[in-house]
C-alpha cells in the first residue's frame, strides 16, 4: 500500500485512534500501546523493478506503485500542520451542485482537488446513503481522474481510497446491477466505460489483494453479456476495453513478476524474441548489467526494412540507447577491478573517487538528498570550473566490496566549490529505508561513468510509457506511400490560405487565399512564394502529407523554408484546431538549445502570441520572456493557477514541518547513545511485569521513579540527588513526551537542545545533571550516607563505562528475566540496553515513516508544478523544446496533444528522441535535415558500427524510399567553396547571388589549405587533443584579417576537438578578440559566417585521423563559410587515411589552393610578388596588415605617416601623429602639444571681458565671455546696497532689512535678497495645543508640546507620563514588567522592551569559580574571579580566571624576576668607535671592539669594554678645559671639547637653531664625525626620540659620540635583530604555506596571526623586546606545525564518529585561544608563561592522539577497557584546566600502554617533545 494511501487511511480513523489513546496511562507517548493500532494487513510488494519507475504509470502498463508503511504511530493528528491543511477541518461535504461543478472540469484539475481534500473525499465515498444522481456524479468524475497520467500521486491516494470504500464495495454493484434500468443507450454505454476505466486503474495500480475489484469485475461481465443479448448498446468499443481489464486481471492474479533484467544471452543481429519485457527493466544498472561475463540481449537498428511491430520497433531503441549509457560503466569497473592497486593504468570510461563517506542527509525541495564526502588528494585534478566531472545528472555508482554489491546515485548539486572540497549532494535510486540503514563511517568506492545519465534518463522512461505510435505505417511498417494529414482531410476542399507567404502587393490575390493544397495545379508559383523549385516542392509535401522528410544540404535554406512552413500553418490553424475545445499547439522540437533558439528567433519575427519556450540554457536572452518560466510567473496571481499556487505552499510548509520531525528523531537517536533514558521512555519498551516490579519498589521504598532506577543499575543515590528536575512546557503535546534524558557526565546536552524546535514538542520532566558542585552538597544531605567528591565522581564515571561497554540481551532474554531485582549488575545493564535498542528501533521506524513521507510530499508538490505547467502550455500556439525536454513532458503532451510535430536537426537526433517527443494525437510530422552532415553520436562506437545506433529515423526513413524533398539550389558558399561539397552532394548548384563577390582583402587566395606536420597534444583528463602550432598560426592569421579592415564579427573560428577550442581561450586575449567567435563544429551546425578559419587539430606519428575520418562532420566543417575558407591541417595524413580529404586536397591542388606556404596580397601594392608566411612568425612581415614597406604618406598637418604600409584607414583619418605640432596660435605663439591633439595656446593675454568690461589675463586660446571675471562686482541692489561679490558671481544682497513675515506677521530682519515667506521666523510662537498648553518652539518649527500629561497604555494600561502631543500607542511604557518567566523570576525589564530575565544568582562556573551570574547567562557566563595562582617568580597571578584562560596560560607578572628569554646572541658590530680606522669605509662590518671603553671624566668612568653596554649616566658639567685663545671650553666634561670659543667666535656659536644657544650658560657637544656643535639639551632629546642618527645641519651620519654610543649601539642592534627576525618571519611563513591543505578558515587565521607579528615588530623598541618576539613566534610556528600535521591525521582517518568530531572542535578552540595568547605584546617571556606554554602544548597533542587512538579503536572494535583508558585521559585533557606533573606522567604512562595495544596508530603519532 502507497504511503500517500496509508496516511490518508491514517487520517481517516484518526478522530477513534485518538480516543483510545487518550485512554491510555501517557496519552501523549507515541511507544505505549500503539502497536495494534499500526498494524495493518501485509501488503504485496511492488512488482515493477528499477526505482525509476516508483511514481511513472499508464493505462497500458502493468506496474505498481511502491506503498510505504501505514504512519499510525505518530500518535497525534497533528502530523502535518493542522491549522494548514483541510483535512484537519470538520468534514464539508460536497453537494450535487458542486458534483456538477466537479464533472466539468478537466481530470487534472479533479486529481488536485480530490488529492488534497482527504477528509472530504473519504466522506464522500462512504457515505451510507447516496441518490441515484450523486452515484453517477461521482462514478463519472473518478473515471475522468483515472484519465489523467501526468498526476500519478495524487490518482494513488485516490484510488487507494476508493478500492476500500463503501462506494466500491456497495454502490458500484448497485450501479451494475441497475444499468439495464437506466434510461438511454447513452447513458449505459458511459457507465459501463466508466467502471471499466475505473477498474482498468485499480488493477494496474492497487497491489495487493484483488477480492474487491474481482468481484465487480465478474457482475460487469455478467451484465454485459446480458445487455449483448438482450439490447443493442454493447459495441465493440466496451468488449475491446473489457477484454483489456479481463487480460489485466489474469495478470494479476497469476502475480507475474518481471524476469531477471540481465539475461545471459550473446549480441543478436537481429534474429530471436527479446526475453523479457523491456518495459519492466531498470532504467539504472543492476549487477548483472555490470558483470563483463553477461552480454546484454541488442538487436540491430533495422536500416532498411520493416519491424515485426511496434513492442519490436519499440524494444529495439530502448535496449539500445540503454546499452549506451551502461556499457562505458560496465568495461570501466571490470578494468578497475581488473587493474586494482595499479595507479598507473588510466581509466578510459570511469572516474573513481577514494575514501567515500556518508556526511548528512539534506531535506530539500527535490526529495532527501545525502552529502558524502570524497578524497580529492589523489585526483590530478585542479580546475573543477571546466571540468565535466560530477556534473548535474551524472550517474555515479558506490561499492564498498569491489562491486559485489553497488547503490546507483546522480549528482543533485553540481557546486562547484563545494566538490573542489571534496563534498557532493547525491540523489539516491534505492528505498530510503536501505539508504538509511548505511553506517555513516562505511567507506565506499564511488565511479562516475563518462555517459551523461540524465540525458538518457527522460527518453528511456518516455519509450516505456509508449504503447502506441502515431505514424505506425511508415515508423514500424517503413510504408513508403504517404496520406495527407486527417486535419486537412477535415477541412471542405482542403482549402488553406497562404497568403503570409507572398509579398504584400501580391496579399489581395486570390489565388493565394484559397489554395487547394492537395491539388498541385491550384498552387501558386514558387516566385509568388519567394522560393526556388526545390524548395517549393518541400513546401507542398510538407503541408501536403502527414509525414515529410525534407532534406537540405548547407546552405540550401532549410530553416527558411520550416519557418515557411509554421507560418502556413499558423495562420490557418482555426482549420485544424476548430472542432477542439482546447489549442493544439505546434510542437517544434530541436536536438540542441542554441538551434532551438535559432528556430524560436526566426518565428518571432512574424508570430509571438502564445510562444512558450520549455527549458533553461536559453542562449538568446531576448527569448527570455517566451520561457515557460517567465509564464509561470505571469500567471501566479490568475484564477485556477492561483489556488494551486496556494496547495503548492501548504506542501512546503509540510516539507518544513517533516523536516523538523526528523532532525529531532536524529538527535534523539544521538543522545539515547549516551545517556540514561527517563522513566517515561523506558516504561514504554520494557513487559508490564517488569514495569511493574519497578513500580511496586517504588511505592513501598517511597522513593521517587529515577532514583529507583538508578539504584537497580547500581549507580547509587549519589546521582539522584544531583538531578534537578525542570519542568519545560506545561502544554501537552502527545507526539514527543518521554523525550528525558539524564547527562552522566553531568553536562547539558547541548545538541539535543538545539535539535527542539517547539515548545510543545517535548514536555515531560526532563533530568538534567546541574553544572554547579552544589549537586555534591545536596547529594550529601540527601543520601543519608556520607561519600567523598572522589567516591562521587566515581560513580559517575561508572555510569559512563557502563552505558557505553555493556552489550544488550538477545531478542528472547528478557522474557527469561522474571524478576529484575533478581539478576545481577551486568544483566541489568544488559538488559537496560535492550530496552534502549528498542526504544532506538522505534525511532528509526518512525524516522524512516517521516522520510517515506517526505518523499511522497515531495512528489505531490512536483504534480501541483506539473500541473501548473500543463495549464499553461496548454493555451500556448507554439511549444517549442529540446528531444530531452520533450522526453521529461512526456506525459504532459499526452494530454496537450499536439496535432502538428515539426523537429529540425533531424538527423542529428538519435531514433529514441524522436518516438519519446510524439503524442498519440499527432497529425502531421514534418523532420528537417540532411543526413550527411552531423550524425547521432552515440557515446559507444561499437553501437554504432555493430548495431546502427547512429542511424537516425531520418536516415532510415529515407533508405526506406519514404518520400523525401531534397534542395539542391545552395545561397551561402561562393562557387570556390561549394565546389567541395560537390564532392559529398554531386547535385548540388549555385545560386545566381554567390557568384562575382568580392574577394577577401589582403589574400591571394579566397580558399587554402595550409599543410604542415607539426605533432599534437593529447589532453587525457577531457579525452580530446590539441595541436599548439595550428593555435598560433590561426592566431596571427586572424589577426592580418583583422588589420584588413574585417570586422571580428565576420570571422569564426572553428576547431574538431575541445582541447583545442580551450588553448584557443588561454591564448587569445578577450580585449582584442572578444566579438569573435571560437567554437567546435558540432556547435557551429546551421550558422555560418563570411571568414571560416578551420583548425583540423590531429597530426600524429600514427597516422590517427580520429573522427575526421567521417564524411559527416567534415561536410559540416567545410560548409559554414560565405566568402573566405582557410584550413589548416596535416593534409598529408588526412589525404592517406580518408578518400574524401584525398580528393578535397586533389581539388584544391588543381585550383592552387593548397600548399605549406600561404600567400598574403598587399592591398596597397597588388603588383608585388606578396608575402610568403608558412609559421606563425612570418605574420611579422606585415606588421600593419600591408607590406614591409614605409607608409610615408603626407598627413594634413604636413608630417609623413610613421606606420608600415597599412590597407585601412588609407586616408589617415584616424591615425595620431605624435610630432611636435608646429602650428603657431593667432597671436604668434608657438603650440607646445603633440600634433595630433587640439591646439589650445595657455598663454596668458590682456583681453576686455564684455559682459563687464574688465580686462582680465586670459588663457590665449579662451574667448574673453568664457572667462570668468575676478574683478569686485560694481552693481548695486533694487534697495541701492553695493555688491561684495566677484564681478562674475550672481549678485545676492547680503544686508539685513526689516521685512513682514507673511505667515505670521512678525517683522524679521531679512537677508535684502531673500524673499520674506523664504525666510524661518526665530520669534517665540504664541500658539496653543488642544490641551491649552503654550508652544515654546520658535515660530517657524512644527508644534509639539512637550508638557507630560498621563496617559494609559493600549497593551499594558498602566498609566504613564507622555508628552501632550504623542499618542499613548506611541509611547514605550517604562514600567517594570511584572510577567514571571519560565524561570520562575520576574521579567527584568521595562514593559515596553523583550522579556528577559534578569535576576543574579550565585552558580558554579565550568572552571569552579562561584560567582554572580544572570539567570540565563550560565552557558555565556565569563568568570572574572582573581586567579590568585602563585606564579614561579613568588607572586599571585593578578589576572582573572577568563584571563587566564581557566589557570592555563596566566597573565603577565609586572616583576623582573626568573626572566627565561634566551640570551641575547653576539650580534656583529656595525658602528665605528674611536678605535676603528679613519678610512674605514662607513658600511663595513665590524667584530665588537674589545679595548677598553674611552669615556671617562673626573666625576665618572667607565670600567667595561668598548662594545659592551655601558651603565654610566652622561656627564652633564661644565667642562673645566682652557681652548688656546685662553678662554674656558664650552663643552661638557669628559667630551671632545669643541673648537669654537664663546668669545672668539661668538657668532658662530650663538647662531640660533633651537633658541638656548645665545645662553650664556649653553653647553655644547660637538658631533665627531662632522664637527657641528649643538646645544645639549636640545641634542640629547633629539637622540633619545629618533632612530636615524644623523647630523641636523648636513645629515652625516653619527657614528662616532662618546655621549651617545651607547644609544646608538643599542638602536643599531635593535634594528639588526629586527632585519634578522623579518627573515625568521620570512622563513615561517613559507613553512607554513608548505604545510598540508586542511581548510580556509585556518589558512586564513594563520595569515592573519603571521601579518599581527609583523605589527608586533614594529613597536619593539628594545633588543630585549626583539628577542622575546622571537621565542613567541618559535613557539607560534611549532604549535601550528603540529597542529596542522594532526588535522591532516584526522582528515584521513578510517572512522571519525560524531563526538570525535566534537572533540577536535574543542582542540581547535582552545588552540586558537593558544595562539593568541602567544600574540600578546611581552617585553619579556618570564619562566611561568614558558611552563604554561609547555603544558599547553603537551595537552593540546596529547588530545590530539587520543582522538586518533579513539578512531583507531573504534576501527578495531576493541574491548571496552581500552577505551576506557582512552576516555579517562580525555576527560583530564577536555576539562580545560592545567596538567599537573603527575596529569603529564599519568597520561605519558597510558598512552605508551595504548601503542603497545594500537600498533597501527604508531604511523599516525608523533611524540610530543616534553622539552621546549
Keep these: 500500500m502507497s504511503g500517500p494511501i496509508r496516511k490518508l487511511m491514517n487520517r481517516i480513523d484518526r478522530e477513534k485512534e485518538k480516543n483510545i489513546r487518550d485512554s491510555l496511562p501517557s496519552p501523549g507517548d507515541r511507544h505505549l500501546g500503539t502497536d495494534v493500532l499500526s498494524r495493518e494487513p501485509q501488503i504485496d510488494q511492488p512488482i515493477i523493478g528499477g526505482s525509476d519507475q516508483r511514481h511513472t504509470s499508464h493505462p497500458c502498463q502493468i506496474r505498481k506503485i511502491p506503498y510505504a508503511a501505514l504512519d499510525s504511530r505518530r500518535g497525534s493528528p497533528n502530523t502535518r500542520n493542522n491549522q494548514n491543511r483541510e483535512w484537519n477541518r470538520t468534514p464539508n461535504f460536497w453537494n450535487i451542485t458542486q458534483l456538477h461543478e466537479f464533472d466539468l472540469k478537466d481530470s487534472a484539475h479533479i486529481l488536485i482537488t480530490l488529492g488534497h481534500d482527504y477528509s472530504r473525499l473519504h466522506e464522500l465515498l462512504n457515505a451510507q446513503r447516496q441518490d441515484k444522481e450523486s452515484v453517477r456524479l461521482t462514478l463519472s468524475i473518478l473515471a475522468k481522474a483515472c484519465t489523467c497520467f501526468s498526476l500519478p500521486q495524487n490518482l494513488n491516494i485516490i484510488l487507494g481510497t476508493l478500492h476500500r470504500s463503501l462506494f466500491f464495495t456497495r454502490q458500484i454493484s448497485n450501479v451494475i446491477l441497475g444499468i439495464s434500468r437506466a434510461d438511454g443507450k447513452e447513458a449505459q454505454r458511459k457507465t459501463i466505460l466508466n467502471i471499466i476505466c475505473i477498474l482498468r486503474e485499480l488493477f494496474i495500480r492497487i497491489p495487493g489483494p484483488i477480492a474487491n475489484q474481482s468481484g465487480v469485475l465478474i457482475l460487469l461481465r455478467r451484465e454485459i453479456e446480458i445487455l449483448q443479448e438482450t439490447t443493442e448498446v454493447i459495441d465493440e468499443d466496451i468488449i475491446a476495453n473489457l477484454e483489456e481489464v479481463l ?376 527569448l527570455e520572456k517566451y520561457s515557460l518560466k517567465t509564464r509561470k510567473n505571469e500567471a501566479r496571481c490568475v484564477g485556477h493557477y492561483k489556488d494551486l499556487g496556494r496547495i503548492s505552499c501548504t506542501y512546503a510548509e509540510d516539507l518544513d514541518h517533516l523536516k523538523q520531525r526528523t532532525d529531532d528523531i536524529s538527535s534523539r537517536i544521538d543522545t539515547s547513545e549516551n545517556h540514561v533514558l527517563s522513566w517515561n521512555i523506558l516504561c514504554n519498551v520494557m513487559s508490564p511485569r517488569h514495569k511493574r516490579q519497578f513500580e511496586a519498589i517504588t511505592i513501598v521504598t517511597k522513593n521517587n521513579i529515577m532514583a529507583t532506577l538508578f539504584a537497580w543499575l547500581g549507580i547509587g543515590l549519589g546521582n539522584l540527588c544531583g538531578l534537578k528536575s525542570v519542568k519545560k512546557s506545561s502544554q501537552q503535546n502527545s507526539e514527543h513526551k518521554g523525550g528525558g534524558v539524564i547527562n552522566v557526565t553531568g553536562d547539558y546536552d547541548i545538541e539535543r537542545n538545539k535539535r527542539i524546535l517547539h515548545e510543545d514538542e517535548s514536555t515531560d520532566e526532563i533530568y538534567t545533571h546541574p553544572k554547579d558542585t552544589d549537586s555534591f552538597n545536596t547529594f550529601q544531605e540527601e543520601a543519608g550516607f556520607q561519600l567523598d567528591r572522589k567516591q562521587y565522581n566515581k560513580l559517575n564515571r561508572k555510569l559512563e563505562q557502563n552505558i557505553k561497554s555493556v552489550t544488550k540481551l538477545k531478542a528472547a532474554e528478557p522474557e527469561s528475566v522474571k524478576n529484575v531485582w533478581s539478576v545481577d549488575s551486568t544483566t541489568r545493564w544488559k538488559l537496560y540496553k535492550y530496552w534502549v535498542s528498542q526504544y532506538r528501533q522505534q525511532l528509526r521506524q518512525d524516522y524512516l515513516d517521516y522520510c517515506t513521507e517526505y518523499m511522497d510530499t515531495v512528489t505531490s508538490q512536483r504534480e501541483v508544478v506539473l500541473l501548473k505547467e500543463k495549464l499553461i502550455l496548454a493555451k500556448a500556439s507554439i511549444i517549442a523544446m529540446t528531444t530531452s525536454g520533450a522526453a521529461r513532458y512526456h506525459t504532459i503532451l499526452q494530454e496537450i496533444s499536439p496535432r502538428i510535430t515539426i523537429v529540425e536537426e533531424a538527423a542529428e537526433v538519435l531514433e529514441g528522441h524522436i518516438i519519446t517527443s510524439l503524442t498519440e494525437q499527432c497529425e502531421h510530422l514534418i523532420l528537417i535535415g540532411d543526413h550527411k552532415q552531423l550524425r547521432p553520436n552515440p557515446n559507444v562506437y561499437q553501437l554504432a558500427t555493430k548495431f546502427n545506433l547512429d542511424l537516425s529515423l531520418f536516415e532510415r526513413m529515407i533508405n526506406n524510399d519514404v518520400p523525401c524533398d531534397g534542395l539542391d539550389l545552395q545561397h551561402r558558399m561562393r562557387p570556390e567553396i561549394s565546389k567541395l561539397m560537390k564532392h559529398i552532394y554531386p547535385n548540388l548548384k549555385d545560386h545566381t547571388s554567390v557568384y562575382n563577390r568580392k574577394h577577401i582583402k589582403g589574400m591571394s587566395k579566397d580558399v587554402f589549405f595550409i599543410n604542415h606536420n607539426h605533432a599534437e597534444e593529447h589532453d587525457t583528463e577531457r579525452r580530446s587533443h590539441s595541436n599548439l602550432y595550428e593555435v598560433q598560426f590561426v592566431i596571427r592569421l586572424t589577426e592580418y584579417l583583422l588589420k584588413q579592415g574585417y570586422g571580428p564579427e565576420c570571422i569564426t573560428i572553428l576547431t574538431t576537438y575541445t582541447g583545442q577550442l580551450l588553448l584557443f581561450k588561454q591564448r587569445m586575449p578577450k580585449s ?461 666634561c669628559g667630551e671632545p671639547c669643541p673648537r669654537y670659543c664663546r668669545i672668539c667666535d661668538a657668532e658662530v656659536v650663538t647662531e640660533i637653531f633651537f633658541g638656548p644657544e645665545n645662553s650664556p650658560d649653553a653647553r655644547f657637544v660637538m658631533l665627531i664625525d662632522c664637527q657641528h656643535i649643538f646645544e645639549y639639551n636640545i641634542l640629547d632629546k633629539f637622540m633619545d626620540s629618533t632612530t636615524d642618527f644623523r647630523c641636523i645641519i648636513c645629515e652625516t651620519p653619527i657614528k662616532r659620540s662618546l655621549r651617545y654610543g651607547t644609544t646608538i649601539g643599542e638602536t643599531e642592534l635593535v634594528l639588526q635583530r629586527k632585519q634578522d627576525f623579518l627573515k625568521g618571519l620570512d622563513n615561517a611563513t613559507t613553512r607554513v604555506q608548505t604545510l598540508p591543505e586542511t581548510s580556509p578558515s585556518i589558512s586564513t587565521f594563520l595569515q592573519e596571526v603571521l601579518h599581527n607579528f609583523n605589527r608586533l615588530l614594529n613597536s619593539c623598541r628594545t633588543e630585549t623586546e626583539v628577542v622575546t618576539l622571537e621565542n613567541q613566534l618559535e613557539l607560534v610556528v611549532k604549535a601550528v606545525v603540529t597542529h596542522v600535521h594532526f588535522l591532516n591525521i584526522t582528515y584521513n582517518m578510517d572512522i571519525l564518529t560524531a563526538r570525535l568530531h566534537d572533540d577536535i572542535d574543542v582542540v581547535k578552540k582552545h588552540f586558537y585561544q593558544f595562539i593568541k595568547w602567544l600574540q600578546l605584546k611581552r617585553v619579556v617571556l618570564s619562566d611561568q608563561e614558558t611552563d604554561d606554554a609547555k603544558h599547553e602544548f603537551i595537552r593540546q597533542s596529547l588530545a590530539y592522539q587520543l582522538i586518533i587512538f579513539e578512531s583507531k579503536i573504534n576501527a578495531q572494535k576493541l574491548s571496552g577497557t581500552t577505551k576506557l583508558d582512552v576516555y579517562t585521559c580525555k576527560s583530564i585533557i577536555t576539562k580545560g584546566l592545567p596538567l599537573t606533573e603527575q596529569n603529564i606522567e599519568y597520561l605519558k604512562t597510558t598512552i605508551n600502554n595504548l601503542k603497545e595495544m594500537v600498533p597501527s596508530a604508531d604511523d599516525c603519532i608523533i611524540d610530543v617533545d616534553l622539552e621546549m
Design 247 to 622: 487480460d489485466l486481471e489474469r495478470i494479476k492474479r497469476k502475480n507475474l513478476k518481471a524476469d531477471p533484467q540481465r539475461i545471459l544471452h550473446k549480441d543478436s543481429d537481429g534474429e530471436g524474441d527479446a526475453p523479457n519485457d523491456y518495459r519492466e527493466m531498470s532504467l539504472l544498472p543492476t549487477l548483472d548489467d555490470l558483470n563483463a561475463n553477461i552480454k546484454p540481449f541488442l538487436r540491430k537498428n533495422k536500416v532498411k526494412g520493416r519491424y515485426d511491430d511496434v513492442n519490436h520497433y519499440l524494444d529495439v531503441q530502448f535496449r539500445l540507447l540503454r546499452e549506451d549509457f551502461i556499457q562505458p560503466l560496465r568495461d570501466g569497473i571490470a578494468k578497475y577491478q581488473a587493474t586494482l592497486g595499479d595507479s598507473t593504468q588510466r581509466l578510459q570510461d570511469i572516474h573513481v573517487y577514494n575514501n567515500v563517506t556518508f556526511v548528512r542527509p539534506n531535506f530539500t525541495h527535490t526529495g532527501i538528498l545525502y552529502r558524502l564526502r570524497f578524497d580529492t588528494s589523489r585526483l590530478k585534478l585542479k580546475n573543477w570550473t571546466s571540468s565535466k566531472r560530477l556534473i548535474y545528472g551524472s550517474l555515479v555508482c558506490l561499492s564498498s566490496d569491489n562491486f559485489k554489491t553497488f547503490y546507483n546515485a546522480t549528482v543533485s548539486d553540481s557546486d562547484r566549490e563545494l566538490i573542489a572540497d571534496g563534498y557532493i549532494d547525491l540523489k539516491f535510486e534505492h528505498d530510503i529505508e536501505e539508504i538509511n540503514s548505511i553506517d555513516p563511517d562505511q567507506r565506499f568506492i564511488m565511479v562516475e561513468s563518462t555517459a551523461f545519465y540524465e540525458a538518457y534518463r527522460h527518453v528511456l522512461k518516455g519509450l516505456q510509457c509508449l504503447t502506441a505510435l502515431p505514424f505506425e505505417n511508415h515508423l514500424v511498417q517503413c510504408h513508403n506511400v504517404v496520406d495527407a494529414p486527417e486535419y486537412i482531410k477535415r477541412i471542405p476542399g482542403a482549402r488553406i490560405d497562404l497568403r503570409p507567404l507572398v509579398d504584400l502587393k501580391d496579399k489581395n490575390n486570390h489565388s493565394v487565399s484559397q489554395v487547394n493544397v492537395l491539388d498541385p495545379e491550384s498552387w501558386p508559383s514558387h516566385e509568388l512564394l519567394k522560393l526556388d523549385e526545390s524548395q517549393y516542392r518541400a513546401l507542398q509535401t510538407a503541408l501536403t502529407k502527414e509525414f515529410s522528410v525534407i532534406q537540405g544540404p548547407p546552405g540550401t535554406g532549410k530553416t527558411y523554408v520550416g519557418l515557411k512552413i509554421v507560418k502556413a500553418l499558423l495562420h490557418n490553424s482555426n482549420d485544424w484546431i476548430k472542432e477542439d475545445i482546447n489549442k493544439k499547439p505546434i510542437l517544434i522540437v530541436c536536438y540542441t538549445n542554441h538551434a532551438l533558439d535559432q528556430f524560436l528567433t526566426g518565428i518571432l519575427q512574424f508570430h509571438n502570441e502564445g510562444v512558450i519556450r520549455v527549458g533553461g540554457r536559453i542562449s538568446d536572452t531576448n
Design 1072 to 1532: 582584442q578578440f572578444e566579438v569573435i567567435k571560437v567554437t567546435s563544429v558540432d556547435n557551429y551546425q546551421g550558422e555560418e559566417n563570411e571568414i571560416i578559419i578551420l583548425s583540423l587539430v590531429r597530426s600524429n606519428l600514427e597516422d590517427n585521423i580520429g573522427f575526421l575520418k567521417i564524411e559527416n562532420r567534415v561536410c559540416v566543417a567545410l560548409s559554414r563559410a560565405r566568402n573566405g575558407l582557410y584550413v589548416i591541417g596535416n593534409f598529408d595524413m588526412l589525404g592517406y587515411k580518408s578518400s574524401l580529404w584525398r580528393d578535397m586536397v586533389k581539388t584544391s591542388k588543381t585550383s592552387c589552393e593548397f600548399g605549406e606556404v600561404l600567400l598574403l596580397r598587399c592591398q596597397n601594392h597588388p603588383g608585388d610578388p606578396g608575402i610568403e608566411v608558412s609559421t606563425p612568425e612570418d605574420f611579422q612581415k606585415a606588421p600593419d596588415g600591408g607590406c614591409q614597406k614605409k607608409c610615408f604618406a603626407r598627413l594634413d598637418c604636413g608630417h609623413a605617416c610613421a606606420m608600415s604600409c597599412h590597407p585601412v584607414d588609407l586616408e589617415h583619418k584616424k591615425y595620431q601623429c605624435h610630432k611636435p605640432c608646429s602650428e603657431t596660435c593667432v597671436e604668434g605663439h608657438p603650440c607646445q602639444l603633440k600634433c595630433f591633439q587640439k591646439c589650445l595656446c595657455p598663454v596668458p593675454v590682456e583681453k576686455t571681458i564684455p559682459q563687464c568690461g574688465h580686462i582680465e589675463q586670459v588663457p590665449c586660446h579662451m574667448p574673453p565671455e568664457d572667462h570668468d571675471c575676478l574683478h569686485p562686482c560694481q552693481k548695486v541692489c533694487v534697495a541701492g546696497h553695493p555688491c561684495n561679490l566677484k564681478c562674475f558671481e550672481v549678485c545676492k544682497c547680503s544686508k539685513l532689512v526689516a521685512k513682514v513675515i507673511p505667515y505670521c506677521h512678525h517683522i524679521e530682519q531679512v537677508p535684502c535678497h531673500l524673499s520674506p515667506e523664504d525666510h524661518a521666523c526665530l520669534h517665540p510662537c504664541q500658539k496653543l495645543c488642544v490641551a491649552g498648553h503654550p508652544c515654546n518652539l520658535k515660530c517657524f518649527e512644527v508644534c509639539k508640546c512637550p508638557k507630560l500629561v498621563a496617559k494609559v497604555m493600549p497593551g499594558c494600561h498602566h498609566t504613564e507620563q507622555v508628552p501632550c502631543y504623542k499618542k499613548p500607542s506611541e509611547h514605550a511604557c517604562q514600567q517594570p514588567c511584572v510577567k514571571i518567566l519560565s524561570c520562575g523570576h520576574n521579567c527584568g525589564n521595562i514593559c515596553s522592551r523583550s522579556h528577559e530575565c534578569k535576576t543574579i544568582e550565585q552558580k558554579t562556573l565550568h572552571c569552579g569559580h562561584t560567582g554572580e551570574v544572570k539567570c540565563t547567562d550560565l552557558e555565556r557566563a565569563i568568570c572574572n574571579a582573581h586567579c590568585k595562582k602563585k606564579l614561579k617568580c613568588g607572586h599571585e597571578c593578578q589576572g582573572t580566571c577568563n584571563e587566564c584562560m581557566t589557570q592555563r596560560l596566566h597573565k603577565a607578572c609586572s616583576c623582573t624576576n626568573n626572566l627565561a628569554n634566551s640570551p641575547l646572541s653576539p650580534a656583529v658590530c656595525k658602528r665605528k668607535c674611536q678605535h676603528v680606522p679613519q678610512k674605514a669605509k662607513s658600511d663595513e662590518f665590524y667584530n665588537p671592539c674589545k679595548k677598553p671603553c674611552p669615556w671617562f671624566c673626573k666625576h665618572h668612568q667607565c670600567g667595561k669594554g668598548c662594545s659592551e653596554r655601558c651603565t654610566l649616566p652622561p656627564c652633564e658639567q661644565p667642562c673645566e678645559k682652557t681652548l688656546g685663545c685662553g678662554h674656558i671650553c664650552i663643552g661638557l
